[in-house]
């Protein structure tokens, strides 16, 4: 497993064996995306071409650790990384951290990753990104904002986690997320016509540490 910033042992936990992770607090300024990349750039503000660049600089560098040299990353339909074939990815940035996992897909069906800051989502957007249930278990959590940031940031990694394997996208209140003991949590669906999303062995895992949320999904063969 490949990584740049400097993450503890917990952290690199979540994510599945084999993997090849790669993070940043930016991509070094000798770092030229390649033109076809660069020509997704044309309309992005600054902010979001610093975050294009550090995660495609973190891609970059964990696809060459399964030996593909100076591979472009383009944006597929639902903005997900359009990667090599035989290989499953995904990418994630927030203000001060960016990163990027890659493996053959021989173990895994798909995978998604998401980074936040560890700060409380906002009162007004509880209710737009958790279900009743999920916050009715917020009024018996030490930290309800800071719990319902995590729940946000699992969701996005379940969502890129399905999107590629299914070619659906969900809203925040088709699924519902259960904490588990060990750093995990359980996936469960409310519409009964993502019943079937069900047969996926789904794996969830996420770390909280005092400056940022990590959260991963992935689907096991």
Known sequence: MTQSHKITSEILDIYPPNSQLFMTEEAP??????????????????????????????????????????ASILIGENREPILPSNVVGSISHCSNLAGAIA???????????????????????IPIVCTSNEISN????????LNAMLLFSIKESVYK?????????LEFHDLEIKLEDGNSYSVSFTKPEHSQINKHRFIGRYVVNNINIFTCCYARK
């Open 29 to 70: 300024a000798s770092f030229d995306l390649l033109p076809n990349e660069e020509s997704l750039t044309h309309t992005m503000g600054k902010k979001r071409l610093h975050e294009f660049r550090a995660g495609r600089y973190c891609m970059r560098m964990a696809l060459a650790e399964l030996s593909f040299i100076n």
């Open 103 to 125: 493996m053959k897909n021989t173990q895994i069906n798909s995978i998604g990753i998401d980074i936040e800051l560890s700060q409380g989502l906002e009162d007004r957007l």
């Open 138 to 145: 917020l009024h018996f959590s030490r930290d309800r904002n």
């Open 161 to 169: 986690c399905l999107n590629p394997l299914l070619g659906i996208w």
